[in-house]
């Protein structure tokens, strides 16, 4: 049974520049959240998607997007890049049962995105 | 709004002796509360979870919390710690919300 997968592992950009991250969740589960942990902190809920659609949303600027795709992956998009989204992105999936959540997330690996 | 507090950035313990990390919320209902590890350059592992029911959960690797409503807390504990146990422990707390986390405590394991 696969876990969540995310991919690349790290990324190094330059500011101003646009950056993708990708996710895969475990099987059977609908639903993917994705989190910012930057150095020495705990990480920070940036949003969700169920339904290829965005369910609930962080305090985290428009720069910020995300897809999800019917076979339930995800994208993270960053857009602009500035110094201080340098972090590690981890992705987080879940099931959602008659609108509710069960809560327990399963999270990847995660990618480490460094932003020069 | 929900907030996690943990009061212990690092923790240093010795092979064998037992652990306790602390972990406060805020929170205006029942919450859901979860403990996660996280190696270095890893991303985080589940250990236990408190959704309702028994104040005192078993979970992976030998770790157990207790949920104390009065205190608003969920510790985390470990009777007998491996070196393979020292990583960044992370609380969270959510409700049918996304999950907010504290800020970590790193636990150091020494002979």
């Known amino acids: 049974d696969a876990g969540v997968t995310q991919s690349p592992t790290h990324l190094i950009k330059t500011r101003g520049q646009q950056v993708t991250l990708r996710c895969s969740p475990k099987?059977?589960?609908?639903?993917v959240s994705w989190y910012q942990q930057a150095l020495g902190q705990g990480p920070q809920f940036i949003f969700q998607?169920?339904?290829?659609?965005?369910?609930q949303r962080g305090n985290f600027p428009d720069r910020f997007s995300g897809h999800q795709f019917p076979n339930y992956s995800s994208e993270l998009n960053v857009n602009a890049l500035l110094l201080g989204d340098s972090a590690l992105y981890l992705c987080?999936?879940?099931?959602?049962?008659?609108?509710?959540?069960?809560?327990?997330?399963?999270f990847g690996p995660g990618t480490r995105l460094t932003v020069l | 709004a929900q907030s996690v507090t943990q009061p212990d950035i690092h923790i240093t313990v010795s092979e064998g002796a037992s652990l306790e990390l602390r972990c406060n919320y805020s929170?205006?209902?029942?919450?859901?509360l979860f403990w996660y590890v996280q190696s270095p350059g890893q991303g985080l592992q589940l250990l236990l979870k408190?959704?309702?029911?028994?104040?005192l959960v078993q979970g992976i690797k030998g770790f157990e919390a207790e949920f104390k409503r009065s205190q608003s807390s969920f510790n985390l504990r470990k009777p007998s710690v491996h070196w393979s146990d020292a990583a960044e422990y992370f609380c969270?707390?959510?409700?049918?919300?996304?999950?907010?986390f504290g800020k970590g405590t790193r636990l150091s394991v020494i002979a």
């Open positions: 408190y959704f309702s029911g028994d104040t």
């Open positions: 099987s059977g589960h609908d639903t």
């Open positions: 929170y205006g209902a029942t919450p859901y």
């Open positions: 969270a707390v959510s409700g049918n919300t996304p999950l907010v």
């Open positions: 998607y169920y339904e290829e659609e965005e369910r």
């Open positions: 987080a999936s879940s099931l959602l049962v008659s609108g509710v959540s069960t809560d327990t997330q399963y």
